[in-house]
């Protein structure tokens, strides 16, 4: 999913009292019989955390990969691999002091030199987040614990973009060069990859010279259960210790279950949305999206798809953020609809929608927003693959439509410019709007709150007028672990379990 997905994505958009002590078994740990087992509802796609957009990737990854700067539970970011930093007064420089006697997994020393080999190496290379370092102009290294960033304009997103989430993990270049980083990455993380058992489970073992402390628990095995009714069965039974894999139609009767089970449930910072391919006809009329978006029933999708835990949205930044703001321009209005649809003289048509097998979600919503444009004369075909071909059909614009999330975001720049710029390198529906373009870059670049928030605003209300995004909801982080554990359900959807315990 990136951070859509990873959806959950990259894009899902897609992320919860203890009676006793209990464990999973049937992990290897060196006789361990603390160690922690999670399911996790797939496989991830590879282990580098520069080239993934699984948001499966990085429930393993947060756990492997230290960043300079990582967000504390309120999403304000703290030092990390960074123990400290400086902003220059015109703020285009910024100093970060690395932690002494920090150590890969394999004992090699971490320099600075690791960091502008990582931040490099995704610039050049072009992959996915680069466009989180668009602003930086050039890294330096005066010496092994300190790293310059200057950057052409002031840019109050850089920590969130630096430390928001795994894509900007700091990496080995041996790693890297032998290829062995997909299956088998060597971090400077909590935890170390011992074993991938492709289709089954990675086993990851504790680092004993973490800079924040070996963590309380010795290992962790996250197990691959993509059936949900399976992964809550496991973890009733003990097989399983933690889980994010919960049909969400079984939640509130987990909610009751306090004995054999804890439950945790917390407003997360993902949405859900659909996309109009804007290169496509009748799709680039701004008319039929409108008509669309007025079409869409958001109350049933919510009810179909999460049993009501989510929170119908029509912006994609949600109502917890102090970055909320209000506009619901479409109500689900079909004469509305049908009325722009004439204006566009657009009577029958066949819609491709792109969803994807691998996020359940998708697929009822897509039969819902099916039953939705049935009356308009909107033919939908509904295309399920998996998550690889669905990746493969929006990057070559092989749809009309599209539905998927987005997860992990911190700053509002998360939320907009990557998916609405006219050079967002997300922007795969195609939207260009000069006047978005400039709001955009003028909102990164803005230090002061107020002002920057407003400009947020206003260009959130143009891409929702000209639904560059049909957006749907924004779910909740639903989590259960067994009694005894100790663990803290995060609004970023990060699964960290450095400081998880088994108590009595």
Not at 296 to 303: G, L, M, S, Y
């Amino acid at each position: 999913m990136r951070r859509t997905t990873a959806l959950i994505g990259a894009g899902t958009a897609a992320v919860m009292v203890f009676a006793g002590c209990s464990a999973g078994e049937g992990t290897d740990l060196g006789g361990a019989s603390d160690a922690l087992v999670a399911a996790i509802a797939g496989e991830p796609d590879q282990l580098d955390p520069h080239m993934t957009t699984s948001y499966f990737s990085f429930q393993v990854l947060e756990n492997v990969y230290d960043t300079l700067v990582e967000p504390d539970e309120n999403l304000e970011m703290q030092p990390a691999l960074a123990q400290s930093w400086e902003l220059s007064d015109d703020q285009l420089t910024w100093t970060f002091q690395l932690r002494d006697n920090v150590t890969f997994h394999d004992g090699s020393p971490f320099t600075a030199d690791d960091v502008l080999y990582s931040y490099n190496r995704i610039i050049d290379e072009e992959l996915s987040n680069a466009w989180r370092l668009s602003a930086i102009e050039e890294i330096v290294a005066p010496d092994d614990h300190t790293v310059e960033v200057q950057v052409s304009q002031p840019s109050p997103n850089l920590l969130s973009n630096l430390g928001g989430f795994k894509g900007l993990a700091i990496v080995q270049q041996d790693n890297v060069d032998s290829g062995d980083i997909t299956t088998h990455p060597i971090g400077t993380g909590p935890f170390s990859v011992d074993e991938y058992r492709s289709g089954d489970s990675i086993v990851l073992v504790a680092n004993e010279n973490h800079w924040a402390g070996k963590p309380d628990i010795p290992g962790v095995t996250f197990r691959f259960i993509s059936e949900g009714s399976t992964a809550v069965a496991a973890l009733k039974s003990g097989e399983v210790d933690w889980t994010d894999s919960i049909p969400t139609q079984q939640v509130e009767g987990l909610a009751a279950e306090t004995e054999t089970l804890t439950l945790g449930q917390t407003p997360s910072n993902d949405y859900w949305y659909l996309a109009l391919n804007h290169n496509k006809q009748p799709w680039d009329d701004v008319r039929v999206r409108q008509a669309v978006a007025y079409a869409v029933d958001r109350d049933a999708i919510v009810q179909a798809t999460t049993y009501g835990t989510a929170t119908a949205n029509q912006l994609a930044i949600p109502e917890q953020s102090v970055w909320y703001h209000e506009y619901n321009p479409y109500s689900t209005d079909l004469d509305a609809a049908q009325t722009l649809l004439d204006q566009a003289g657009i009577t029958d048509v066949t819609l491709d929608l792109l969803v994807s097998s691998e996020y359940p979600e998708t697929v009822t919503a897509a039969q819902i927003i099916a039953d939705n444009l049935e009356p308009l004369g909107i033919t939908v075909e509904i295309r399920s693959p998996d998550f690889a071909t669905w990746l493969d059909e929006q990057n070559t614009g092989n749809f009309d439509m599209l539905m998927m999330g987005w997860l992990g975001n911190i700053d509002p720049d998360d939320f907009y410019y990557a998916q609405h710029h006219s050079d967002g390198a997300n922007n795969a529906q195609g939207y260009a709007n000069s006047d978005v373009d400039d709001l955009l870059d003028q909102a990164r670049t803005e230090t002061e709150t107020d002002t920057r928030k407003k400009l947020y605003a206003d260009l959130a209300t143009i891409v929702a007028d000209e639904a560059s995004y049909i957006y749907l909801y924004n779910p909740s982080v639903i989590q259960a672990w067994v009694p005894g554990l100790d663990y803290e359900v995060r609004g970023d959807r990060a699964v960290r379990f450095r400081d998880a315990s088994f108590g009595g």
